[in-house]
């Protein structure tokens, strides 16, 4: 097939319009065109007034040597990559474990730990999930607790239980990592397999909202089950059993009833997600090698989403094909931070993150239709160890903790959160009284306030300057009544777990740090690409 990318069309195009641009492009009789297929479709806003949509298609041809041939020039007309998945290995039929007979184990049933257990559970290899949370139906029951009633499940919340942070977010399945391989295309056809929309295969900023990941997820759990996988939730590893160098076995304690139990594991992908702080911290205790790493923390800021679709759409905004609008901004303020826009939500809310009793976090979610009043992203500031914290490999946990826990008793000591509108931010001062033009959506409840109680000083300066320069950019960015929220800490994990090139732990064999947790990935996609890679590690060294 041949691979046709930057076709620009105008927004309103009709699909016959659509033919007849591929074969004026391609310079054949439309009638030489067998089949195309869709595998991108962007937009071109650059001019509001005149936005414009750009494709890419792969398409088969009678003829494709010929027109590769007299299109050799031109860099936007190729060869379609071979973007199937093949596995690097498969086990002999009946494989039931390895030499002594233990089973690969994942720790975390994230967007990581999800896509390793898969590629394991196709390779043959049967593997075992250990997941500290429930199930993700029980799991949304219990997160809900905490947005409805200020009833907080330490073991059960948006940062765990069944499919992980990202279950509760905008569910936004784009990254800028290297794919060679095209790994992300195996991560998504997975996605569409087990229910989410096609148009996830062909957009440029593909996503799929939470309730769409929540079916997603338990029939991608039962497609593990069926090739032999096994979950075990509400267990959490209390314990690694290392010995020279080598993991020999995980102890675990059930969250429900406390029960203790010992799993024998020579070959275990450490997937748990960038909160579990626990376990981060035995495996500390235990010696494996880790170091600290930077990471981001600020508020969440909320516009009405009209406000940003006029912004970045103009006259088109509302338009069914753009949808709801969303952005991407940074600035390098004067006093060296860097200052970003992270998670981008459009037509979402605002939501409380906490994992840990005490403190408050937020975050930011939105459903596949993006239809509900505001728009939220993180706006957040660059941390680094040894600058702003120690460079031990837990000062990052520490830090972060300070924060939450200044922010859960500004915000009242209920989980509420603590709130400013940014006139009064700007202008040092607290913020009482009505919310304004802006109405937060994070829930339990947001408290008017000083954010300055529960951020530093030097990621408050670096915000109150990069704030009139992001509303240059996007009118009414910063207008008086515009909402923030504290706290945003859990941008990523604030350490890594080192790994070698076979992708095992530096000092510790048989264990497989990967995803966002181990400090591998930032978000769903890159995620659940690392977790293929360490996947594909982990069966070639069991299977060698």
């Given amino acids: 097939m041949i691979r046709l990318s930057d076709l620009a069309l105008p927004l309103d195009h009709t699909p016959d319009a659509l033919d007849a641009a591929?074969?004026?492009?391609?310079?054949?009789?439309?009638?030489?065109?067998?089949?195309?297929?869709?595998?991108?479709?962007?937009?071109?806003?650059?001019?509001?007034?005149?936005?414009?949509?750009?494709?890419?298609?792969?398409?088969?041809?009678?003829?494709?040597?010929?027109?590769?041939?007299?299109?050799?020039?031109?860099?936007?007309?190729?060869?379609?990559?071979?973007?199937?998945?093949?596995?690097?290995?498969?086990?002999?039929?009946?494989?039931?474990?390895?030499?002594?007979?233990?089973?690969?184990?994942?720790?975390?049933?994230?967007?990581?730990?999800?896509?390793?257990?898969?590629?394991?559970?196709?390779?043959?290899?049967?593997?075992?999930?250990?997941?500290?949370?429930?199930?993700?139906?029980?799991r949304t029951k219990d997160t809900w607790a905490l947005w409805r009633k200020h009833k907080l499940s330490p073991e059960s919340n948006v940062q765990f239980g069944e499919g992980g942070a990202g279950t509760f977010s905008d569910g936004k399945l784009y990254s800028r990592i290297k794919d060679p391989?095209?790994?992300?295309?195996?991560?998504?056809?997975?996605?569409?397999?087990?229910?989410?929309?096609?148009?996830?295969?062909?957009?440029?900023?593909?996503?799929?909202?939470?309730?769409?990941?929540?079916?997603?997820?338990?029939?991608?759990?039962?497609?593990?089950?069926?090739?032999?996988?096994?979950y075990r939730f509400q267990t959490r590893v209390s314990d690694f059993d290392i010995k020279d160098g080598a993991l020999q076995g995980l102890h675990l304690v059930s969250t429900k009833d406390g029960a203790q139990s010992y799993l024998p594991a020579h070959h275990c992908i450490l997937a748990p997600g960038h909160s579990s702080r626990d376990t981060f911290e035995v495996l500390h205790q235990r010696g494996v090698f880790m170091e600290a790493k930077s990471f981001a923390i600020g508020v969440r800021i909320e516009h009405p989403q009209s406000w940003v679709d006029k912004a970045r759409y103009g006259a088109c905004a509302g338009h069914p094909v753009l949808g709801a609008a969303a952005y991407a901004i940074s600035h390098q303020a004067s006093n060296g931070r860097a200052v970003y826009s992270f998670c981008m939500c459009p037509g979402g809310r605002v939501v409380a993150?906490?994992?840990?009793?005490?403190?408050?976090?937020?975050?930011?979610?939105?459903?596949?239709?993006?239809?509900?009043?505001?728009?939220?992203?993180?706006?957040?500031?660059?941390?680094?160890?040894?600058?702003?914290?120690?460079?031990?490999?837990?000062?990052?946990?520490?830090?972060?903790?300070?924060?939450?826990?200044?922010?859960?008793?500004?915000?009242?000591?209920?989980?509420?959160?603590?709130?400013?509108?940014?006139?009064?931010?700007?202008?040092?001062?607290?913020?009482?009284?009505?919310?304004?033009?802006?109405?937060?959506?994070?829930?339990?409840?947001?408290?008017?306030?000083?954010?300055?109680?529960?951020l530093p000083d030097y990621v408050l300066d670096a915000i109150r300057e990069a704030l009139p320069v992001f509303g240059r950019q996007i009118p009414m960015y910063d207008h008086p009544d515009v909402i923030m929220t504290g706290v945003e800490t859990r941008t990523s994990s604030p350490l890594r777990i080192t790994r070698g090139k076979d992708f095992q732990s530096l000092n510790t064999r048989g264990l497989y740090p990967a995803g966002e947790g181990a400090g591998y990935a930032g978000g769903i996609l890159s995620a659940a690409v690392d977790g293929i890679k360490v996947a594909e590690a982990l069966a070639v060294e069991v299977l060698k």
Avoid at 81 to 96: I, K, M, N, S
Avoid at 196 to 204: F, M, S
Avoid at 412 to 441: E, H, I, T, W
């Fill in 181 to 230: 391989r095209h790994l992300s295309r195996k991560v998504l056809t997975e996605f569409v397999k087990a229910g989410a929309p096609d148009d996830i295969l062909y957009e440029a900023h593909p996503h799929i909202g939470t309730f769409r990941l929540v079916t997603m997820v338990i029939s991608m759990r039962e497609t593990i089950e069926a090739l032999g996988g096994e």
């Fill in 353 to 454: 993150a906490t994992s840990e009793e005490g403190r408050v976090v937020t975050n930011g979610m939105s459903q596949y239709s993006r239809a509900e009043f505001n728009a939220n992203s993180g706006l957040v500031v660059t941390v680094d160890p040894g600058k702003d914290y120690p460079a031990d490999p837990l000062a990052g946990i520490e830090f972060q903790r300070k924060w939450e826990s200044l922010a859960f008793a500004a915000g009242g000591g209920d989980y509420c959160a603590p709130g400013q509108k940014v006139g009064d931010f700007l202008a040092g001062r607290a913020s009482s009284g009505d919310f304004g033009a802006v109405k937060p959506s994070y829930q339990p409840g947001v408290k008017l306030t000083d954010l300055s109680a529960c």
């Fill in 22 to 138: 591929i074969a004026d492009r391609l310079g054949v009789a439309p009638e030489r065109i067998l089949r195309k297929a869709m595998v991108r479709r962007g937009n071109d806003a650059r001019k509001r007034g005149a936005i414009k949509l750009v494709y890419v298609f792969d398409i088969e041809l009678d003829d494709e040597a010929e027109l590769l041939a007299r299109m050799s020039g031109d860099s936007h007309v190729r060869p379609a990559p071979d973007t199937a998945y093949r596995p690097p290995v498969v086990a002999p039929e009946g494989w039931a474990g390895d030499k002594d007979g233990t089973r690969p184990v994942v720790i975390g049933a994230g967007p990581c730990g999800l896509l390793a257990a898969l590629i394991l559970a196709e390779m043959g290899l049967k593997p075992i999930i250990i997941e500290r949370g429930t199930a993700v139906r029980e």
